[in-house]
């Protein structure tokens, strides 16, 4: 009879045990269905495949009074910037598209043509983007900050042709300009800092992305996906030294470093960092070349010692789209 009892109570516990690691699987496997189709909505409603992201929760941004204008630096890439143009004239609060063209000859009848009738389709519901090209004579990277007299446009979204963000990222950073108009605001920051090491003379560094997520800083944002308001042309092209510009014409760098050390030093306050994903449809330019970090190290001393002082500001804000994310 003991046995017999014995056995039972074994065979329950077994029972007990299988219908607990049955219950266990169940769960695991529940669990394992809600994270798999969570990632799935996440991204069919983030865009992350896709670059035109245009979510209902996009409209919920303030409809600001006036537009911005696109200006794109560009140098016989014509394939970029005929998907680049493809792509930015979607963009909801665009209003026009001033292409620097620094080029020996014109763009030929069959770009424009091209390029008008891709900005003419992406026309819609009554809104109607103007694009223009921006001949210039000389070949220098100071061009892309000279100043455009028939821009309308209080704010200008200075980007080049290689780099793609979602119109719904540049709309937020155009919401985020808005908010701060005198400042730059941009996608790509950078940094500097004080070297100690070269004596008793400060001697500063030009540091890259991996020196803003290291030291969780930065004092620069790039003009490569910027906004900054038009009045910056006009203080650029006649209130800089024009040592500076003849600086960069000769060297083929550092427009956009100077363009940094021209706002900081107008307005005394930082940059603002906009997160957002950054699409590269190039594969080369300046930034590619051995040398290059080393050369705007140079930069970044050069124009201290023309403004006799260091006017970057360091910072450590960033603006994200909340709507974006789960955890703020």
């Not at 009892?5 to 516990?13: G, I, P, W």
């Not at 005198?182 to 008793?200: A, E, I, L, Y």
Request: charged residues 20%; glycine residues 6%.
């Amino acid at each position: 009879m003991r046995g017999s009892f014995l056995s039972r109570r074994a065979v329950q516990r077994l029972r007990q045990l299988a219908i607990y690691t049955l219950g266990s699987v169940k769960i695991k496997l529940l669990l394992s269905c809600i994270i798999a189709l969570t990632v799935i909505a996440l991204l069919s409603g983030s865009g992350f495949m896709g670059w035109n992201n245009h979510s209902a929760a996009l409209d919920q941004l303030p409809v600001p009074r006036k537009g911005y204008a696109i200006v794109m630096n560009t140098w016989k890439r014509y394939d970029l910037l005929k998907e680049s143009i493809s792509h930015y004239s979607l963009c909801r609060w665009l209003e026009s598209i001033h292409i620097v063209w620094s080029e020996p000859n014109p763009p030929s009848d069959s770009l424009k043509k091209f390029l008008n009738h891709i900005v003419e389709s992406n026309s819609r519901g009554g809104r109607r983007v103007e694009l223009k090209f921006d001949i210039n004579k000389e070949d220098s990277l100071n061009n892309r900050f000279k100043e455009i007299k028939d821009l309308n446009a209080d704010a200008v979204f200075s980007i080049d042709d290689d780099v793609i963000f979602p119109c719904s990222a540049v709309d937020f950073a155009f919401n985020v300009w808005q908010s701060a108009p005198d400042t730059m605001v941009g996608f790509v920051p950078r940094v500097h800092w004080v070297d100690r090491s070269k004596g008793g003379n400060d001697y500063y560094v030009y540091g890259g992305w991996w020196s803003v997520w290291w030291t969780g800083t930065y004092s620069m944002v790039l003009s490569k996906a910027a906004f900054f308001h038009k009045k910056y042309f006009g203080l650029y092209t006649s209130e800089m030294p024009a040592s500076i510009r003849e600086f960069i014409t000769k060297n083929r760098n550092c427009e956009d470093i100077a363009m940094s050390f021209l706002v900081a030093n107008a307005t005394g306050a930082p940059p603002i960092w906009v997160k957002g994903s950054i699409f590269e449809i190039g594969s080369t330019g300046i930034s590619s070349l051995g040398g290059h970090s080393e050369r705007r190290t140079q930069c970044v001393n050069r124009f201290v010692a023309e403004y006799s002082r260091m006017p970057l500001v360091s910072t450590s804000v960033k603006a994200v789209d909340s709507r974006n994310i789960w955890f703020w």
